[in-house]
């Protein structure tokens, strides 16, 4: 897999989604719009395939979760019990020398993350110094200059936690001024105060003035799911324990959006709320951990690109919170977040709409208000996590010289394509043998036909997308009906019979085989 560590590999995976039509800036002829992006032809396959992996692994392989697809739009009232119009905020401060606004919190996470690094450069230090006796456990748990960094770390998170819990602006700036943080353009410790900022985008329903409504675009999809929490019981006869799952759009007036799609303004989620009998939630808060986490293992990425990372500031609605990180090439960062909401928000709807929100349990004999356990994963950041463990580049020799290969080690199940279908040459019979092949697959499978070029640049042009599989028909086949496949990992290239090859790439492109691992 990629190595994503490897420095400026962000802007090479930044220019190769939108050069293969996978991400294009929003408004692009209008050079954009900030935090904005579309989705091009591959683009749009290879997140419909993510969902549709999110999605059969909530529904399908969960006979207690149902699916539903609320509207954006909602009452207003929904954001007020909620909590979002007088909680959803982030702590802002501007740099008064380069005019630039940034998130108090990342300002801190940074200064962390750079304390971090330079503690991993220690360890790389006396690696080398001491070779095979290292013991690195040892080392970080005793030598002076990391343990003086571990310190100004606890120190700092656990200043910036109680701030954030206090909702203690003037803490928040005193601790930036404690780190000495500099603004990364103009070099200056200039600060503003810090001030709370709502991150939902209002707008207004009814055309007249006077009897518009103002309405909120969600910041979050889990809301549709609460207000109908009556209908699904009532509609799909669940019992508690059980699960609703969406995935939708979401919309945050984030201020600092940055890196690309990892944090836009109009995203998507995929959010599941399992509601589960009082007192058990944290049996289920670990057995989603887990679960989630063995969703995302079984796409074979690797491995240590994946760690878990508890909240320091649990948000209103939470009583435990957990992320999955993924290795960016940009550092460890939110994927998707594994929250116990209590029963917060159906008691919060429930006191606003005046609407009995509760489940009948016939083995207790009892009525309660169900607690709830949420699995919430950014569907874009998803996206940019398969995009980044995919975009390899490799040296390879190529006649005595030494080249770059570049390719996209995309999962087969989320490839745009599964397979390409090359005639060897464009007469001889061979493109109308190619063309049975491609009825042959293109029924269950997304196929790709070329036949311009030389064979050689049509695998790359299909590495550079992707595609895991391709099939030329040459002469031989005419002879033998056999195909030569060629697979994009290893370059490696057998021939297979046509008969063969829809059940040999059923096996290795099919969503069971990976449904399976979860
Ligand atoms: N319902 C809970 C909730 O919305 P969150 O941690 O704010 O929790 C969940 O968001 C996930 O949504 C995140 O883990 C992330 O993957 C994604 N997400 C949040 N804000 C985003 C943004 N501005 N751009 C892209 N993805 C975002």
Redesign the pocket.
Known sequence: MADNREENIFPKIISHAKEYGFIFPSSDIYDGLQAVYDYGPNGIALKNNIKTYWWKAMTQLNENIVGIDSAIFMHPKVWKASGHVDAFNDPLVDNKDSKKRYRADVLLEDHVAKLQSKIDKEVTKAKKRFGESFDEAQFVSTNPRVLKYKEKIEEVESRMKKALEDEDMEALKKLIEDCEIVCPISGSRNWTEVRQFNLMFSTEVGSVAESANKIYLRP?T?QGIFINFLNVLHSSRKKVPFGIAQIGKAF?N?IVARQF?????E?E?M?MQFFVRPGEEMKWYEHWKEQRLNWHKALGFREEAYKFHDHLKTAHYANAAV?IEYQFPFGFK????I?SRTDFDLKSHEELSGKKLQYFDPEENRNYTPYVI?T???L??MFLATLCESYTCEKVQDGGKEKERVYLKIPPVFAPFKAAVFPLVRKEGLPEKAQEVMDALKFDFEVAYEEKESIGKRYTRQDLIGTPYCFTVDHQTLEDNTVTVRERDTTNQQRLSIEEIHSWISQRVSFSSILKKV
């Open positions: 979050e889990a945050r984030e799609i990892f944090r836009m303004r995203f989620q959010e992320d939110e994927l998707e977040g929250h949420e919430s994963i950014g874009d950041r």
